[in-house]
């Protein structure tokens, strides 16, 4: 059950009522059950290992013929990660999606390329990919793609050959960490749970069968970013973790078969099948309808008219436009990896962010701002 607080100034929240999952309900129908976040970092770990191996066997959707690693992969196996080329093998491997932030980040460069083959020094790692080798291998995987240290930033040929490859490596993953709430490296994203949401029981009570059940309330607006129905007002919140705010993590969440944030409070898990969090509120129904979450995403390029992939391009081009890029130049290789995916479902020509087959509409944009100085697309294109 869902109780909703309006201040004196017009401000809105919502705390959630409910008992636990799993124990005994309460005799009102009304209240409904909920899971309890995790504290620890080995049981968030616990939860997703859950969470991955349910996809991999109930999911036909998120089912997909095992490919290729990335040209070049960290292998995780040893205390001192080090890159690999992986040669066209085939084995599942994690990908790490992360804000670089304005901190100096490990790289790899044409003359650290060598080095990087022998051994990355632990203590060269930054925290948040610290915590990501960490996870590949509690969830048993030997390989993760980090994009600093897998394509060679300083060789403009391999950078625009591997970023060109963007749609397979997230697509190719079995899971995608995303460190959402890390605004650089130095943050990472392990570490216990503050607690700030944490629930507290207001109710106990004896049911006629004597079972004891208890009733527990907690902060519920956590998630009133995914556009979550809420009475009195039903109008979704912007995401405000860094992570959010960044162009290229724009298309690494779309482009995941499975992507899973490390949020401050909890996991919230997104595949191609389902919607989930560690609380259960991201379950409703009306969750699900959100037009720009993964599972709404590939339904609709699945089975789409060319005006419904179209106007799923313009929520997407306009959920995009927002978005910070520390390199303007980037601003549609950033998104090519959603349009590569719209061609499979026959959109047709693509041109400089815009479909041939729907030219006249996509020129109805409006400029908010000065042109984009130096060129970097068509005057006639939302992207200049």
Known sequence: MIVGISDIDGGYSFNEVYTVSGCTKAPWLLIGEGSERTITTEETIQ??????????TSHPACARQQKNLPTRVLDVSSHNPSLRASHGDREPYAALSHCWGKSPLIQTHRDT????????????????FQDAVTTTRELGLRYLWIDSLCIVQDDPEDWARESGKMAS?????????AASDAKDGHDGFLRPRSGSASPKSIFQGIKSNGNSYSIRIRKGDYHKWYGDALPPRSQSSPDS?????RGWAFQERLLATRYVQFRSEELIWECRSALWCECGALTRPSQQREPLSKKAFYDTLGS????ELFSLWSK???????????????????????????????????????????????????ARAAKASPYRAPSWSWAS
């Open 304 to 307: 789409s008219t060319h005006s």
């Open 316 to 366: 997407i081009v306009n959920a995009y436009a927002i978005k910070a890029l520390t390199n303007g130049g980037d601003v549609l290789p950033a998104l090519s990896g959603l349009a590569k995916q719209f061609q499979k479902s026959n959109a047709g020509t693509y041109i400089a962010g815009l479909w041939e087959a729907d030219f006249p509409l996509c020129l109805l944009w409006e």
């Open 47 to 56: 939860v997703l290992r859950g969470w991955i191996d349910t996809c991999l």
């Open 113 to 128: 390329l060598r080095d990087r083959f022998d051994a990355i020094p632990w203590n060269n790692l930054s925290k948040t």
């Open 241 to 245: 973790s860094p992570l959010s705010t």
């Open 169 to 177: 490596i997230y697509e190719g993953a079995q899971v995608v960490l």
